[in-house]
């Protein structure tokens, strides 16, 4: 049972475009978190969000936290080739904080 | 601090076969996480331990066989490898958030 779902799976764009990646679930998370990978390599942590409602920036990149703390969402602005990766969101379990649970991944291409 | 660490990078076995992967952090953190990542799965957590001697099942664990002898090592065991478990093995540790290693590579023949 896939708990978070991601999308779009693929998503292929022009440099300077924007876009948003979705990260839903019925569960509820007591954190949710964002990571970029790279081939090769292992995931990188990008943000932590925590309270409902919850906005955070990255230069770029803004995060959201549903008010109900089921989904997320990453909008990248003016994106840039340095933005290529597999983006995954992360959910800690509410009652199983100690365990994560992650999205079925959106692979970015940016063109440039 | 080389922060966590994987062994092997890549490795080919026949079914079957068994093999270890080793994990190493040094970053004296309590938690530490096996995941294996699948094409459109993201990451699967197999096993995980939250202190030395510790060790809980995950999502997937069925096949795997783990251990948390020391602190900073975390173990895991494949006794009976089969073509289900291809995949990329990636371990992390955690304080505030997870610290990946660099993935272990595994085909399964």
């Known amino acids: 049972t896939q708990l978070l779902e991601q999308s779009p799976q693929f998503l292929s764009i022009q440099e300077g475009e924007n876009l948003t990646v979705y990260c839903n679930s019925s569960?509820?998370?007591?954190?949710l978190q964002w990571y970029r990978q790279e081939p090769g390599e292992g995931p990188v942590l990008l943000v932590t969000?925590?309270?409902?409602?919850e906005v955070k920036k990255l230069k770029r990149l803004t995060f959201q936290f549903g008010d109900a703390r089921k989904d997320s969402s990453l909008h990248i602005t003016a994106a840039q080739p340095g933005d290529t990766g597999l983006y995954l969101c992360?959910?800690?379990?509410?009652?199983?904080?100690?365990?994560?649970?992650f999205g079925t991944g959106t692979s970015l291409t940016v063109i440039p | 601090n080389a922060g966590v660490t994987q062994t092997p990078k890549f490795r080919v076995l026949k079914t079957g076969q068994s093999m270890t992967l080793l994990c190493a952090q040094d970053?004296?953190?309590?938690?530490m996480y096996w995941y294996r990542q699948d094409p459109g799965m993201g990451l699967r957590l197999i096993h995980y331990?939250?202190?030395?001697?510790?060790?809980a099942k995950g999502e997937v664990p069925d096949g795997y066989n783990v251990s948390r002898l020391k602190k900073q090592n975390f173990l895991l065991g494949l006794e009976s490898a089969a073509p289900s478990q291809t995949s990329v093995y990636f371990c992390a540790s955690y304080l505030k958030t997870q610290y990946f290693g660099p993935g272990t590579r595994l085909l399964v023949l």
């Open positions: 992360a959910g800690a379990g509410r009652n199983t904080g100690n365990q994560f649970y």
């Open positions: 970053m004296n953190h309590e938690y």
């Open positions: 969000v925590v309270t409902g409602g």
């Open positions: 569960s509820v998370f007591s954190s």
């Open positions: 331990s939250v202190g030395e001697g510790t060790t």
